[in-house]
């Protein structure tokens, strides 16, 4: 007599749907992390910018660590005393490699994504300066044990380095302040968003987004030159960028991420706060370097030097608009190196 097969139990087809969904859940999260770091032929794509280049093999490599929720991007090279450089907008750490190699030479360089930006993955819990400032500090001086750094930084940057200065002075041995009028007491946040056209843009919620939408490479490219030397933006009328289509292909690739292009723009929108912690903040007495676009120095040290007091150089790059690492990276290297050295 043949008897029927047993249904299986309740507690069986559980245990086996608790498996299923075990395993469909594992797949997921394993496609989500192939798909977290996306490579360019056989190297990560954070790497595929200098994967060629001799002068980053010999010297740098790029790591990256979790700051408060933010998996942090860095590349790091070098011997001797430590040298943090903190990108602006539209750019990631990639701004400071025409110089790189130079510093690299005497210095241990460390030149960091900010949080949000770049390769750096996550949000931060704001765009303001100095929420940016305690990331980059808490990267430095706790995951790294760096305590004694020369803090540098270039557009939106040079704020993110002040505020460094200003939040953690005895961490700071001395400070590269580039190009960027500086939001405080001496220029408040209306009359910061009237100097430029694309500073009122880019300080709109959810407006920039829309329009530039998916055309990211073409904006840049636009951009880059109107704060070229002899720009539009300077009331020249040049249409030269200083960038290369390899070099724009790098930063549109980072900020084609959705979350990243409104990161950007998010350095815009926290300026009112950013006069805020300006006014709040004490006066400095770090030993600073000034570099500006040539013929903007008089203007932009007017508003760093009611909190930036011990000045130390100052200078206008010759032949360079906002761009001075791209326009001018020999006269850049020069001062740096004779301003770190001091």
């Known amino acids: 007599m043949i008897t029927p097969a047993r249904r299986p139990s309740r507690r069986l087809l559980r245990s086996a749907r608790t498996m299923v969904a075990f395993a469909l859940a594992l797949l997921l999260a394993i496609g989500v992390a192939a798909c977290s770091s996306p490579t360019v032929g056989d190297v990560p794509a954070y790497a595929a910018a200098t994967r060629n280049d001799p002068a980053f093999k010999n010297a ?40 790189m190699p130079a510093i690299a030479k005497k210095h241990t ?35 790294l044990g760096v305590r004694d750094p020369r803090v540098v930084g270039h557009d939106f940057g040079a704020a993110v380095a002040f505020q460094y200065a200003a939040q953690f002075p005895h961490d700071t041995a001395r400070l590269g302040y580039f190009d960027l009028p500086l ?117 932009v040290r007017a508003t760093v030097t009611p909190r930036l007091t011990n000045i130390v150089r100052a200078a206008d790059v010759p032949h360079a608009g906002h761009w001075l690492v791209e326009e001018n990276p020999q006269f850049v290297i020069t001062e740096l190196l004779r301003f770190l050295a001091q």
């Open 109 to 143: 360089v460390y030149a960091v994504d900010l949080p949000g930006l770049g390769d750096s993955a996550g949000s931060p819990t704001g765009y303001d300066k100095a929420t940016l400032a305690r990331y980059v500090h808490k990267l430095i001086a706790e995951r």
């Open 183 to 299: 939001p405080g007491p001496a220029l408040d946040a209306s009359r910061y968003r009237s100097l430029s056209w694309h500073i009122a843009f880019h300080s709109q919620r959810r407006v920039p987004e829309a329009v530039v939408g998916d055309d990211v490479r073409e904006y840049l490219a636009l951009f880059y030159p109107q704060v070229s030397f002899g720009g539009t933006a300077f009331g020249g009328t040049s249409e030269r960028s200083p960038f290369t289509d390899a070099e724009i292909n790098e930063y549109a690739r980072t900020y084609r991420r959705p979350e990243v292009l409104s990161g950007g723009f998010g350095l815009y929108r926290a300026l009112d706060k950013d006069v805020r912690d300006t006014v709040a903040a004490p006066r400095l007495r770090v030993p600073t370097l000034l570099l500006t676009a040539q013929g903007q120095l008089n203007g």
């Open 60 to 99: 740098f490599r790029h790591e990256f660590a979790d700051v408060d929720g933010v998996r942090m991007h860095y590349v790091t090279g070098g011997r001797g005393t430590p040298v943090v450089l903190i990108h602006g907008w539209p750019q990631s750490w990639y701004g400071w490699w025409p110089i």
